[in-house]
């Protein structure tokens, strides 16, 4: 009698045990199948040191000849290297109020700001941290704000526990066109990704 108690306790840690590897298997299985769950677990990035992705930059008191600068830290805390790419980037472009400078200029938009298309972006990576475009690092872009595309391939890589900055710098050039955004106002907003294959 005592040894068949002894038997089924065995036989009951026996079961918990391959219960346990059972769910263990079922969980590593489902983790490796569905890529996304893997992913989310290492593969993590940091913005300014936070956990969100998303920027937001408002270009005011602008004036022509004046530049604006910005920096960003981007963070690997996964443990995955990882690609590093803007995605949904939107521009958009305040008009506030129609001076008589803007309409003597020939901005006849009322509802459309014109600041966004006369302003420079370059977006590159700062690879000294000065805020500056020197020869080691490389731009993404270097255009107006307003001709941005949706997406911007960087496929910076980031190994795990490192660190990228990614500087802006914006310009406004003197022009002809410049008093039709007199009192303009202008934003750029994008999300920084890191997925585990660079962006075609
Ligand atoms: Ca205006
Ligand atoms: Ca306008
Ligand atoms: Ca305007």
Redesign the pocket.
């Known amino acids: 009698m005592k040894f068949k108690v002894t038997r089924n306790i065995i036989a009951i840690a026996l079961c918990v045990t391959l219960v346990i590897l059972f769910l263990s298997a079922i969980y590593v299985g489902f983790g490796t199948s569905y890529g996304y769950l893997f992913e989310t677990d290492t593969l993590n990035l940091t913005v300014e040191g936070r956990p969100d992705d998303y920027v937001n930059i408002d270009v005011i008191n602008m004036n022509p000849g004046k530049q604006i600068r910005g920096s960003y830290t981007i963070e690997n805390t996964g443990i995955l290297e990882g690609y590093l790419n803007l995605f949904n980037i939107k521009v958009k472009n305040?008009?506030?109020?129609?001076?008589a400078l803007?309409t003597k200029a020939g901005?006849n938009t009322d509802s459309v700001?014109?600041?966004g298309d006369l302003i420079n972006v370059r977006i590159f990576t700062d690879v000294d941290s000065d805020g500056w475009v020197d020869k080691e690092d490389t731009i993404f872009y270097n255009g107006k704000m307003g001709a941005l595309q949706s997406n911007l391939k960087l496929n910076a890589k980031i190994v795990p526990s490192s660190k990228v900055k990614i500087g802006v710098i914006f310009d406004w050039q003197d022009t002809n066109n410049c008093n039709?955004?007199?009192?303009?106002t202008t934003e750029l907003d994008f999300r920084f990704d890191l997925s585990q294959k660079a962006t075609n």
């Open positions: 305040y008009e506030n109020r129609v001076t803007e901005d700001g014109e600041l039709k955004a007199t009192g303009d």
